[in-house]
């Protein structure tokens, strides 16, 4: 079996190549997908492989992608992926079975290309007193996370670099220049490094559980879903009803944010009682699908009873190398909301208050890291030490960004892993946008 990566489409299958042919630049391949004897599900996971292979075509989230081949590695380098046919045959229905044939545009010049990166940044409004005084601070919390195997990093200035370690691989977080607040960034790093810490999306194809998903497109009915960036990641599971659950890496192994607690998010809209979501209701749409950026929409809607409060819209978003998942929350009454939002964990969670969000008081034992959490508030943005409840007073609010993330190590962290400087990473609210191009 050959090593054959084209961009994440076959995960971490095995596949075999039976053509290969070059004009000029232009790359025809083909070759078989063989889903592992055993597999649960393989139907499933053939039609995973069918969608990822096709969603790479002329894709605006991964419009070039990295291609390594183990049996022949000067082809190795960076493609863009112009046509892909697939087929599914009779017996992909019962032994998991994919031929597949692609044609590619060698990238680049044969030399490796530059990744460049375009930013944005801005201070999150808040009533906390964060200002890009206090983001420009000693520690400088405006980052770039890349592949820590990536050469000749450059922002426009000299910089210096944290290291994280994600479940995929190592990144260096680079500091960044204080204002202009939009900047491009460039870097060079081999096609086998490329995922290195990147975000991704997992879902069920049936029996075929965690099944990587490419481009926009998820199968329907719902039936769970994983957000990842490798340092944080995001469970949500029709069965769970009205949170969703967070698990941290610590270098090693993926662990429990706090045992047993979800996330949830409720709204008081003036009836005096708070309202959840059912996420075996939800409708789930994929906003965004790029190695740096992941964002899922979640479509909610209340029983019948309360039918006058409208849909609810939260978005879950992970960026490469930040320790936290990102939220907003929008609704559909009247382009604004009343009342109060609320984000809280699912069980009452003693907390300490930092600036601008809470910490929980003790860490989750025996993995040692802490929660840290927000809530985008206004001037009456209130919290509950005792339960972890942070309340923000939504009258006239047409959205409500929020956040859970991850002191790692807990009362020993230090630098950028330490639970006021991860809320201080999550103000400085950002923009990326990362792109192969020619040097």
């Not at 300490?352 to 860490?363: H, Y």
């Not at 034992?365 to 339960?387: D, F, H, I, K, M």
């Amino acid at each position: 079996m050959s090593i054959f990566q084209l961009g994440r489409a076959f995960d971490t299958l095995d596949v075999d190549i039976n053509q290969f042919q070059m004009s000029g630049d232009t790359v025809s391949i083909a070759g078989d997908v063989f889903i592992p004897a055993g597999t649960t599900g393989p139907a499933g996971w053939a039609s995973a492989v069918r969608d990822r292979l096709n969603a790479l075509v002329m894709s605006r989230d991964e419009p070039v992608v990295p291609v390594v081949w183990s049996e022949d590695s000067t082809i190795d380098g960076f493609y863009k992926v112009e046509s892909v046919t697939t087929s599914n045959p009779a017996a992909a229905l019962v032994d998991g079975y994919v031929q597949w044939q692609a044609q590619l545009s060698r990238f680049g010049g044969g030399s490796l290309p530059q990744c460049e990166v375009y930013s944005t940044h801005s201070v999150r409004p808040n009533s906390a007193s964060v200002t890009t005084t206090t983001l420009n601070g000693s520690n400088d919390y405006r980052r770039l996370a890349v592949p820590a195997a990536a050469t000749d990093f450059w922002c426009g200035s000299q910089s210096t670099a944290a290291t994280r370690t994600t479940s995929s691989g190592a990144l260096s977080c680079w500091y960044l220049p204080t204002y202009p607040a939009a900047l491009t960034s460039t870097f060079t790093v081999a096609p086998g490094d490329y995922y290195d810490g990147a975000c991704e999306i997992r879902t069920g194809y049936g029996s075929a559980t965690s099944q990587l998903v490419l481009g926009k497109y998820a199968p329907r009915p719902f039936d769970g879903m994983t957000i990842s960036n490798g340092l944080v990641r995001v469970f949500l599971h029709p069965s769970i009803d009205t949170a969703f659950e967070v698990e941290v890496f610590d270098g090693s192994a993926w662990e429990n944010l706090i045992s047993g607690t979800g996330w949830r998010i409720e709204h008081d809209y003036g009836g005096g009682s708070n309202h959840q979501w059912d996420l075996s209701n939800a409708s789930t749409q994929i906003l965004r699908n790029s190695p740096e950026r992941c964002t899922v929409r979640l479509v909610l809607a209340e029983a019948a009873t309360v039918a006058q409060f409208g849909r609810v819209w939260i978005d879950l978003t992970v960026r490469r190398g930040d320790p936290f998942v990102g939220g907003l929350v929008q609704f559909d009454t009247n382009g604004s909301l009343s009342g109060v939002v609320a984000i809280e964990p699912t069980t009452s969670t003693a907390s300490t208050a930092l600036t601008g969000g809470l910490r929980a008081s003790s860490t989750d034992l025996p993995e040692g890291n802490r929660a840290v959490w927000a809530l985008q508030g206004g001037t009456s943005l209130t919290t509950t030490t005792g339960t972890g409840r942070i309340v923000q007073a939504a009258t006239s609010t047409v959205s409500v960004p929020f956040m859970v993330g991850f002191e790692l190590g807990g009362s020993g962290s230090s630098g950028i892993e330490n639970a006021q400087d991860v809320l201080y990473q999550w103000f400085d609210t950002k923009s990326e946008t990362m792109r192969v191009v020619r040097r």
